[in-house]
C-alpha cells in the first residue's frame, strides 16, 4: 500500500482521499457547472460513487500511477476540492489533473498552490523530471492558475477530448524540475526536499 503524505501549503493542504469524503466528491462531480470544463461529463450519482471508490483504491495499485487527492483548507479536514496527478508510463513525466473546487471553498483563489504542492511531490520524492497540465482553450480564466503554478505555454491539441457532445481543443503548459525548483516556496521545498521514496505500509 502507498499512501501520499499530508502536503501543507501557505493557504491549503492536500490529503489522500477518505471514505467520508463521498459526499463532496458526488457533489462536485454530479455539478453542472464545476464538471463544465473537465475532460469527462458530469456524472449521475451511481458513476461518481464507482469513480470515488476507484480514488479510493489508487494506494493499493502498484506501480501506482493516479493520485487523486482532497484538498482541505487550513486547520479543516473537510475535503473542499480535489487534484490528481497521473504518472505516465514511459520516462519521468506526469499530467496535472482534475483541478476542482466548490463553490462555497474558502481556499478558493488559490488553487494553483494545490498543483504547486503536487509538483513538488512529483519533482521531489517521485522523482519526475516534466510534468504538464492543460485546460480546454475556451477555458480563459485557467491560463493564469496555469502560470501561478509555475508552468509555461506549450501547445493547443486539435480536438482533445469530447464532451457534451463535441470536441474540445486543449492548452497544454509544462513545467521541468531544474526550471521549476527555482520558483518553489518553503512550504514546497520542504516537500522537495523529503526522501526520494514513496511512503509505504
Given at each position: 500500500?502507498?499512501?501520499?503524505?499530508?502536503?501543507?501549503?501557505?493557504?491549503?493542504?492536500?490529503?489522500?482521499?477518505?471514505?467520508?469524503?463521498?459526499?463532496?466528491?458526488?457533489?462536485?462531480?454530479?455539478?453542472?457547472?464545476?464538471?463544465?470544463?473537465?475532460?469527462?461529463?458530469?456524472?449521475?450519482?451511481?458513476?461518481?460513487?464507482?469513480?470515488?471508490?476507484?480514488?479510493?483504491?489508487?494506494?493499493?495499485?502498484?506501480?501506482?500511477?493516479?493520485?487523486?487527492?482532497?484538498?482541505?483548507?487550513?486547520?479543516?479536514?473537510?475535503?473542499?476540492?480535489?487534484?490528481?496527478?497521473?504518472?505516465?508510463?514511459?520516462?519521468?513525466?506526469a499530467m496535472l489533473t482534475g483541478?476542482?473546487?466548490?463553490?462555497?471553498?474558502?481556499?478558493?483563489?488559490?488553487?494553483?498552490?494545490?498543483?504547486?504542492?503536487?509538483?513538488?511531490?512529483?519533482?521531489?520524492?517521485?522523482?519526475?523530471?516534466?510534468?504538464?497540465?492543460?485546460?480546454?482553450?475556451?477555458?480563459?480564466?485557467?491560463?493564469?492558475?496555469?502560470?501561478?503554478?509555475?508552468?509555461?505555454?506549450?501547445?493547443?491539441?486539435?480536438?482533445?477530448?469530447?464532451?457534451?457532445?463535441?470536441?474540445?481543443?486543449?492548452?497544454?503548459?509544462?513545467?521541468?524540475?531544474?526550471?521549476?525548483?527555482?520558483?518553489?516556496?518553503?512550504?514546497?521545498?520542504?516537500?522537495?526536499?523529503?526522501?526520494?521514496?514513496?511512503?509505504?505500509?
Amino acid at each position: 500500500m502507498t499512501h501520499l503524505p499530508e502536503l501543507h501549503g501557505e493557504h491549503l493542504w492536500l490529503r489522500e482521499p477518505r471514505a467520508t469524503d463521498l459526499t463532496a466528491f458526488e457533489r462536485i462531480y454530479t455539478h453542472r457547472i464545476l464538471t463544465r470544463y473537465l475532460g469527462i461529463d458530469r456524472m449521475d450519482a451511481r458513476q461518481a460513487q464507482d469513480a470515488f471508490a476507484q480514488c479510493l483504491a489508487q494506494p493499493y495499485t502498484h506501480p501506482r500511477r493516479r493520485h487523486t487527492l482532497a484538498i482541505c483548507a487550513p486547520g479543516d479536514d473537510t475535503m473542499v476540492g480535489t487534484m490528481g496527478l497521473l504518472v505516465e508510463d514511459y520516462g519521468r513525466n506526469a499530467m496535472l489533473t482534475g483541478l476542482v473546487l466548490l463553490p462555497d471553498a474558502p481556499v478558493r483563489g488559490h488553487g494553483h498552490e494545490a498543483g504547486r504542492l503536487l509538483m513538488a511531490y512529483g519533482f521531489g520524492p517521485l522523482g519526475l523530471h516534466r510534468i504538464w497540465a492543460g485546460h480546454r482553450a475556451d477555458h480563459t480564466r485557467m491560463r493564469d492558475v496555469m502560470l501561478a503554478a509555475g508552468l509555461r505555454p506549450e501547445a493547443t491539441l486539435r480536438e482533445l477530448f469530447h464532451t457534451q457532445g463535441r470536441w474540445h481543443d486543449v492548452t497544454t503548459y509544462s513545467a521541468v524540475a531544474p526550471e521549476w525548483r527555482h520558483s518553489a516556496t518553503h512550504a514546497e521545498q520542504a516537500v522537495l526536499a523529503a526522501a526520494h521514496s514513496l511512503q509505504s505500509s
